[in-house]
């Protein structure tokens, strides 16, 4: 009887000793774990927050800037900045929202297109004074990148004379069919709604024999523009956050009117006649049922 009591003794001390080793373990993984997950978090956290939108510098890109053309294209500089620094509080403010694509449609593809367009009137307004500038719609796309992208140019616009690109995006070619009331809604027919946008042809008047071939090729373009958003609609059914319509195509095609419709009215008005007024404001397109 007395030699048993130390045997047992000594299997209570090794199963107690095996427990202890194994909750030790147990904590010691959980530990390293939770270290893991909480550095990867802090990681992707880290990773998002240092994101920011980069765009091409554009004021080196410029020609000798006319004195009668300076003060609109230091205006049109200094929107540059602006678009940028609102997409970039975009940024910081949509983390988390809509799918893997979402920066790309609704942000970074509003901004080109914002930025295109006002890359248009710089060139337009140093071109009614001297040669226009070729090839400035390359500097309108922006990317992703870490740190902050001046980007934009933030206005002196001195012109030091910078060497233009090489190649100016040629002008969109069309039937001369006017884009209609949306009624028309191309491919987007797939679909239960399509998007319809007003009609501009009607609404421009009479346009002078020698813009006649500029008119036809940009309001043909805003037919282009309708189908494709169309197109855009019935594939992407389903994708993105309940904004992803209005912030990936809807805004988008607004502001490739804008510049189209712009364009338009630059066209009438060089030629001595007086623009229509009121364009802008049927840039704008809504989702109708279909």
Do not use: W, Y
């Amino acid at each position: 009887m007395s030699r048993g009591l130390p045997l047992l003794h000594r299997r209570r001390v090794l199963a107690a000793g095996a427990i202890g080793g194994i909750t030790c373990a147990a904590v010691a993984v959980g530990a390293a774990m939770a270290g893991q997950d909480g550095s990867g978090a802090s990681d992707k956290a880290s990773t998002k927050a240092a994101s920011t939108i980069s765009c091409p510098e554009v004021t080196g890109s410029l020609p000798e800037i006319p004195a009668q053309a300076k003060a609109e294209v230091d205006r049109n500089l200094a929107l540059l900045r602006t678009q940028l620094d609102e997409a970039n509080k975009r940024l910081a403010t949509s983390q988390g929202q809509g799918g893997p694509n979402f920066v790309r449609n609704a942000i970074l593809g509003p901004l080109k297109d914002k930025r295109k367009s006002t890359l248009d009137r710089i060139a337009i307004s140093i071109g009614r004074h001297a040669a226009k500038p070729q090839g400035l719609d390359a500097l309108a796309e922006c990317s992703l990148g870490a740190g902050t992208g001046t980007g934009a140019g933030s206005g002196s616009g001195s012109g030091a004379g910078g060497s233009a690109p090489a190649t100016a995006e040629p002008s969109a070619l069309g039937s001369g069919a006017e884009d209609g009331s949306g009624a028309d809604t191309g491919a987007g027919s797939g679909s239960a709604q399509s998007i319809s946008c007003p009609d501009v042809a009607s609404k421009i008047g009479a346009v002078p024999a020698a813009a006649r071939a500029e008119v036809d090729r940009n309001i043909a373009l805003l037919r282009t523009q309708l189908d494709e958003a169309n197109k855009r609609l019935a594939s992407s059914v389903g994708q993105g956050g309940p904004n992803f319509v209005r912030n990936a195509i809807l805004g988008p095609l607004k502001d490739k009117r804008a510049s189209t419709i712009d364009r338009i009215r630059i066209s009438i008005s060089r030629q001595g006649a007086t623009a229509p007024s009121g364009l802008d404001a049927l840039a704008g397109c809504s989702l109708a049922s279909g």
